[in-house]
């Protein structure tokens, strides 16, 4: 059952339970500040396998495998398993979920997908279309290179805007049944598109986004920041954060207290040399998988407002002189 | 409210009605045998964009628009749209909807968007998530042709199993409330892999996705192939479609009565030279929202099964030795 809230929110009254999540990180990721919150650290970011593109849907299957085994679930268990990822055509998604029996919805929402399949398994468990949906999405630095900048052979230099794409992927199963934190608010963003056209700043191109979806969200449901334990962002990192920040205590609202991004929070900064933060549909999967889950799980977090941002812009239009439009999905999680 | 019937299958209670379409389609598909039945026939393919991703994008904004326009609503009446198309990040799509008011859930199901997003968007107002639901798809056989195989300049020659991307767009309005067709069903199709390489036959790469979900709707369902008046597939074209109503056949199942393809529907095949049919979202998308629509409407057709089905590959990974998996959805509409 639901609740229209306002023009972009809707109230989930039976809350589908976030049963269980499954994180798996590159070796990268596996030596930044959050590397005891991920189940699994690859010791080799290839998997054994032959090109990127394979390894990054290797890295999204064992995460979804992964996510099954915890929640001590069969495939036949799951009646959705909603995903995508950043690679032309979502291939990532699309050879990672071929060998699972269960049904699929793809997924494109570039680094807002994690939230973006929540929201809407979110709804199918809560209207009862599904007793069990999976939420998995996954970025992969050296594939996400090769396709959106130049090939890491290239050794292209990367500007101070730049982020860094996240090798990880991040599976959340969620429940019509048990206990345990419980998806409760969506709101669902606008493409938003203020005219930045530089592809090495993505976090200035998303945070119009942001501010778009967070703005929308107060006003719908009528909460204020200090209301949210944590505001998480996916992949703003420092350029695109600070802007959300400032614009948002322009709008009459201060987050600063509260709000924490993914793509800040996943590496360490400077020592790990990835100049704006982390990027990528992985950042916001696997440290909400990872660190955000657990948190919410001991009760250290109560309520906190999940948003993905993505840029959903391609090199080649851009090539042709577009701007670069770009959307964020919200969540409420509350335990 | 909703049912689940069977393991991939749920019956919607409430049918959300398909309260209005449109349809646009290119020059060559204004010369085939369905015609009469699109809202509008391009004169210029560019539809004056000065790149063929411009020009989808346009399309698909235009026949959103259309769509507003005979259903006599405002942006600020629809809740969500669905959109997706085969380009790289789906910027179609994007840069289409980068101008409208309306929250967006971007979706990839290759040539099976269309019976996605109204599969997503159907279980959305039924289960009042969405008073108004859009469910819009594209594709263009130019901005196709220069992505998954070679720029039109280059002068390629097509294979007899070749299929013609369709150039159009169709946009369907779901609502809660009303009278006209509606949306009683859906099946959710799991993505399926026979192992098929070539890439100029996407009709036996998408065949086994079609059975495996036809299969499952008559098993959840319990309908037998002549409960329907018609069972529309979306771009299995020539070849598919044999191998469909063969394989069919096999498991004790007779549609060679009722099985029409959109694909094959389109085009006079021999006389417009397209080889084996015609493909692509946006085949599905117009068929569906002009002919189909059309019949349903005038009660020509009472009960229809309506699968789109989707290549999920893309050019590299299937260079790197991959085989092609697919998926089909199917949703019943009844009148």
């Known amino acids: 059952m639901s609740v229209r809230i306002g023009k972009q929110t809707v109230k989930l009254e039976n809350a589908p339970v976030i049963t269980e999540t499954a994180s798996i990180v590159g070796v990268k990721e596996g030596k930044g500040p959050l590397k005891d919150t991920f189940d699994r650290i690859l010791t080799d970011d290839t998997l054994g396998e032959k090109s990127w593109e394979k390894s990054e849907s290797a890295l999204q299957r064992q995460t979804a495998l992964l996510a099954l085994e ?3 679930l069969k495939q036949s268990d799951i009646n959705y398993i909603l995903a995508g990822d950043l690679l032309n055509q979502c291939v990532g998604a699309h050879y990672s979920v071929r060998d699972l029996d269960i049904p699929f919805l793809g997924l494109y929402g570039a680094c807002s997908t994690m939230t973006e399949s929540m929201s809407v398994g979110g709804m199918m468990v809560d209207g009862g279309y599904a007793d069990y949906a999976m939420c998995l999405t996954s970025s992969h630095f050296c594939s996400s290179e090769r396709q959106f900048r130049n090939p890491l052979e290239y050794g292209g230099q990367r500007t101070p805007s730049a982020q860094w794409t996240v090798t990880g992927a991040g599976c ?28 090495s700043n993505m976090g200035a191109a998303m945070a119009p986004a942001a501010i778009d979806t967070l703005i929308a969200h107060f006003r719908d449901t009528g909460a204020r920041p200090d209301d949210y334990d944590m505001i998480a962002t996916g992949d703003l990192g420092i350029i695109g954060s600070d802007i959300l920040e400032e614009l948002m205590l322009d709008e009459g609202f201060d987050i600063r207290e509260n709000h924490r991004d993914c793509g800040k929070m996943i590496y360490e900064i400077e020592e790990q040399d990835v100049h704006a933060g982390g990027s990528g549909c992985g950042c916001c999967g696997s440290v909400f998988c990872g660190y955000i889950y657990r948190e919410l799980k001991r009760h250290n977090l109560k309520k906190v407002l999940l948003m993905a941002t993505g840029a959903l812009m391609n090199p080649m239009v851009v090539e042709q002189g577009e701007s670069i439009p770009a959307i964020a999905h919200a969540i409420v999680i509350e335990n």
């Not at 959340?172 to 930045?196: E, F, H, M, Q």
């Open 172 to 199: 959340a199963v969620l429940s019509s049944k048990g206990s345990g934190p419980r998806i409760t608010y969506v709101t669902t963003g606008k493409v938003i598109d203020k005219g930045v056209t530089d592809i």
């Open 70 to 72: 915890k929640a001590r």
